[in-house]
């Protein structure tokens, strides 16, 4: 069973520019979960889809938004780039809210 | 200039030995809680899970402590090995909303 994928791995933006990241879940899984993973702030949550549906959503700035596709796909997107949004992020499916999170190796985003 | 960010609490254990990583948790309406494993440029990985209904749970080499009384949270490696080294997260839910609220992370490090 392929594990959670997310792409691109590594991507380097500048300072107003916009970014999107994708994230194909494990088979079967329809809940995708997006977090911000910093030195300085450690994993922050942003949010939650489950059958397209954003079920819960961190404290973060709408700059940052996020969808789920019919497939459970899902894509996140950060506008107007900010040198602070320089972070690993990453993508976790479930087959449910509670329980295992299955995490994907991230996408590492740096904003010059 | 000198970048200031979070400095993870470190564990350093000879191998062979036993590792006891704490955390300690705010919300006493936490209900379920979990311990991942995050490898140097991999995904966060599930260790074990506990619900408040316990106070010990027990898998592979690993055992999860629970007290409620002073919100604490512990897990137990028996005969650390090399390819434990690693950052440890615990995270903790509460079922009113299941977002996961995680922790700064502890790193581990085996002395060979």
């Known amino acids: 069973k392929a594990g959670v994928t997310q792409t691109p791995r590594y991507l380097i933006k500048t300072r107003g520019q916009q970014v999107t990241l994708s994230c194909s879940p494990i088979?079967?899984?329809?809940?995708v979960s997006w977090y911000q993973q910093t030195p300085g702030q450690g994993l922050q949550f942003l949010f939650e889809?489950?059958?397209?549906?954003?079920?819960n959503k961190g404290n973060f700035p709408g700059r940052f938004s996020g969808r789920q596709f019919s497939n459970s796909r899902s894509e996140m997107n950060v506008s107007t780039l900010e040198l602070g949004d320089s972070a690993l992020y990453l993508c976790?499916?479930?087959?449910?809210?509670?329980?295992?999170?299955?995490f994907g190796e991230g996408s590492r985003l740096t904003v010059l | 200039g000198e970048s200031v960010g979070l400095h993870l609490p470190t564990l350093s254990v000879q191998e062979g030995d036993n590792s006891i990583i704490n955390c300690a948790y705010s919300n006493s309406a936490s209900d379920y809680f979990i311990w991942y494993k995050q490898e140097s440029g991999k995904g966060p990985q599930f260790i074990i899970d506990?619900?408040?209904n316990m106070d010990k749970r027990q898998g592979q080499r690993v055992t999860v402590l629970l007290n409620k009384t002073v919100k604490h949270l512990s897990l137990q490696i028996a005969a650390t090995q090399p390819g434990d080294s690693a950052v440890y997260f615990c995270?903790?839910?509460?079922?009113?909303?299941?977002?996961?609220?995680w922790g700064a992370g502890t790193k581990l490090i085996i002395k060979p």
């Open positions: 976790a499916s479930s087959l449910d809210q509670i329980g295992e999170l299955f």
């Open positions: 995270a903790e839910s509460a079922d009113s909303n299941y977002q996961l609220i």
């Open positions: 889809y489950f059958s397209e549906t954003q079920r």
């Open positions: 506990i619900r408040s």
């Open positions: 088979s079967g899984h329809r809940s």
